[in-house]
């Protein structure tokens, strides 16, 4: 497994975390502030993807090895699934077009991060038609990064 460090740190440091806070707290609420202020602690180039946040998970962009990636942390088990159930249900050719997850457990996924950059009419076409072709909708702009010098799907849902 690539990234195991990273995996070991969200299962046996922010996965207590989050559950001591929510228990002083007394909510169910995530605690997204404050993993943002311990991701920064650890991870100082860190930033809190606000334009990525969505109603069920959260992005932040973590550096690791001369890479950019984007830890997203769901709030629920279920929410992380549903996206690794989205990629695990995608043809062998995915990575061409969907930029990679490289593991998820509980409420974290490691996912490949690249530049966001104005998507030119032809390839938001070339996503679109692939992702009718193998069942994902939701392909627009805004989920569309330009990894590894090549345009890719870092979002999207099953029909």
């Known amino acids: 497994m690539r990234y195991k460090k990273t995996q070991d740190f969200c299962i046996e440091v922010l996965k207590p975390i989050i559950k001591h806070l929510k228990k002083i707290k007394k909510t ?12 920064k602690i650890l991870y100082p180039d860190t930033k809190y993807e ?39 249900g995608l043809p062998k050719s995915k990575n061409r077009y969907y930029a990679k997850i490289y593991w998820t457990k509980d409420l974290f996924m490691l996912q490949k991060w690249g530049e966001k950059v104005e998507v030119p009419n032809s390839e938001l076409k070339r996503l679109k038609v692939w992702g009718a072709r193998v ?4 392909i627009r702009p805004a989920n569309i990064m330009k990894v590894d010098n090549r345009f890719k799907i870092v979002d999207a849902e099953r029909v």
Do not use: C
Request: no cysteine; aromatic share 10%; proline share 2%.
């Open 28 to 39: 169910n609420r995530m605690p997204w502030k404050e993993l943002e202020a311990i991701l």
């Open 50 to 88: 606000e334009r990525a946040k969505g109603h069920y998970k959260n992005v932040f962009i973590i550096h690791n090895e001369n890479k950019w990636f984007a830890l997203k942390i769901g709030r629920s088990v279920q929410h992380i699934k549903k996206d690794t159930k989205t990629y695990n």
């Open 135 to 138: 069942g994902l909708k939701d």
